[in-house]
């Protein structure tokens, strides 16, 4: 059988049992790049595997300010940890009808947030989600909770050194420097201030940041495109405003450019 440009033999699947594998069913064939400019970068795949009208979105903020100091990489934490907070309610009607979400520090490369579920409604988390990112909407009584609950995670991280050092290797390979444990522990203990902190970071972080997106499932290109356009709106009117309330300028907020973005090494 002669496949296709790009089809290698290992992505296709059989039609049924004894027959042979046919070029027009791909097993793995990649997402496309929509958008590619300052500022976003976008990939569509229109999968029906999950036999469920289902989405499953990943979304990397990226930028210089993620986590240049251990300081830095501690606010980092700490402002997606007071927006879960403060989405806690909106999270547990979301998981009741089918819809999660979740958020990381990935150290240098930035953030990460992840939202998958129903296609009908998930649009809808996406925005809330990413609304409360961009105006650092917490819940200023859980501060005290949030940042004792991570100072005891960095304290009791070496507790299981083999996952610390997975981690850490994990870090190192994907670019830049893995703050040690105790250095972020020392940087929460003795640097962080107050929210206000947490907020002036968030919006240091967005004023100049490039938003990198894949979207895989029941979802058009049209449709992935305009949420991915939509998002990058967000971000950046908020982290003006943000920055202009800070008095940080109206002006500060800046696009990355994709080539210009900070990079996975490996």
């Known amino acids: 059988v002669t496949l296709p440009d790009g089809i290698e033999s290992w992505m296709l699947v059989s039609a049924g049992a004894g027959s042979a594998a046919v070029p027009s069913l791909v097993l793995a064939q990649p997402p496309s790049m929509l958008v590619d400019e300052p500022g976003l970068r976008l990939w569509h795949k229109l999968a029906v595997g999950y036999g469920q009208p289902r989405i499953g979105s990943y979304f990397r903020l990226s930028g210089p300010a993620a986590a240049a100091t251990p300081l830095a990489a501690v606010l980092g934490a700490l402002w997606l940890r007071l927006v879960e907070e403060g989405l806690a ?9 089918g819809l999660h979400w979740s958020s990381s520090p990935e150290g240098r490369i ?20 990413f609304q409360a990112l961009a105006t650092c909407q917490v819940k200023a009584h859980t501060f005290p909770a949030v940042v004792e609950q991570l100072l ?5 991280a070496l507790l ?16 830049g420097r893995a703050w040690s444990h105790d ?17 002036a970071f968030a919006a240091e972080v967005l004023s100049c940041c490039h938003l990198e ?8 290109a049209d449709e992935a495109v305009s949420l991915g356009r939509q998002l990058a709106v967000t971000l950046s009117h908020s982290s003006s405003s943000a920055a ?8 500060i907020t800046r696009r ?11």
Not at 89 to 97: F, I, K, Q, T
Not at 164 to 171: E, S
């Open 89 to 97: 309610e909106d999270a547990y009607l979301a998981d009741v009808a």
């Open 110 to 129: 930035g953030f990460e947030v992840r939202l998958d579920g129903f296609s009908d409604k998930l649009h809808l988390l996406t925005a809330r989600v």
């Open 152 to 156: 005891r995670r960095y304290r009791n």
């Open 160 to 175: 299981k050194p083999a996952q610390a050092a997975n981690t850490t290797r994990l870090r190192c390979l994907t670019g």
């Open 183 to 199: 250095q972020l522990a020392e940087a929460l203990q003795n640097e962080v201030e107050g929210i206000q902190q947490v907020q």
């Open 213 to 220: 997106c894949l979207l895989l499932g029941n979802t058009t």
């Open 244 to 251: 202009a309330a800070g008095g940080l300028g109206a002006n």
């Open 256 to 266: 990355l450019s994709a080539s210009s973005r900070p990079q996975e090494a490996c």
